[in-house]
């Protein structure tokens, strides 16, 4: 089956580390996204890429850093440079031609420094 | 920039009520709109959508109609059940939109509804 995976679901991660949350789909879709949402809250870009090997910065992109490899592929970086990184982390695919205006999302990450 | 509002939560109603959760929204050319749901410590999915104005999106007994003359999305449902509790978020995805801090995909800051038996 098609879609786009998150993992791992839950991570937890000491103060001073990076971390990176993993995001895959099978869509063949050509722009991916990554989302933070904190409780009660919507939801905030961080970063976005609409074509492999080119990306660029949502409107939180302090302290996180993404590649874009390969097309099916989109690792978001927690680095240590995010003072509050705790939140529910959001991965989304789109595709771009006419017929693909929808966005699929994974089931989400929430990262816990402890 | 394109913009999405939608009405502030929390919602709150009673099963078997009326639903309509407000949406407008400002884009330049023309965007596609879209209602996502996002129940307790899940992604979002797909509700409903419209692709070109007048047309309507309709799902689980949730119904949308793309407005351009009034810019707006509204979600509305005749009658509520205690499933339906989530947080809806209405988005638009705008071609013309490219490169710029939010991407072409767009959303609002979501409404929570709690629907009470």
């Known amino acids: 089956d098609g879609g786009i995976t998150q993992s791992p679901k839950y991570l937890f991660r000491k103060e001073g580390q990076n971390v990176t949350l993993s995001c895959e789909q099978n869509?063949?879709?050509?722009?991916m996204y990554w989302y933070r949402q904190d409780p009660g809250q919507g939801l905030r870009l961080i970063y976005y890429?609409?074509?492999?090997?080119?990306?660029q910065k949502g409107d939180i992109a302090e302290g996180y850093s993404v590649s874009r490899e390969k097309k099916e592929s989109f690792p978001l970086t927690v680095t240590s440079a995010q003072k509050n990184p705790t939140a529910f982390y959001l991965c989304?695919?789109?595709?771009?031609?006419?017929?693909?205006?929808?966005?699929?999302f994974g089931q989400g990450t929430r990262l816990t420094v402890v | 920039g394109d913009s999405v509002t939608q009405m502030e939560g929390p919602v709150t109603l009673s099963e078997e009520a009326f639903l309509t959760i407000n949406c407008t929204y400002t884009a330049t050319g023309y965007p596609s709109l879209f209602w996502y749901v996002q129940y307790p410590g899940e992604g979002l999915q797909l509700l409903l959508k419209a692709t070109k104005a007048d047309d309507k999106g309709s799902n689980k007994g949730f119904e949308a109609t793309y407005r351009k003359e009034t810019t707006s999305f509204h979600l509305e449902k005749g009658s509520v059940q205690v499933s339906d509790s989530a947080v809806y978020f209405c988005a638009l995805i705008s071609p013309a939109n490219y490169g710029g801090s939010q991407g072409n995909l767009i959303f609002g800051k979501g409404t929570k509804l709690s629907v009470k038996p």
């Open positions: 869509l063949n879709h050509d722009a």
């Open positions: 989304a695919s789109m595709g771009q031609g006419a017929t693909n205006t929808e966005a699929f």
């Open positions: 890429s609409q074509i492999v090997n080119d990306f």
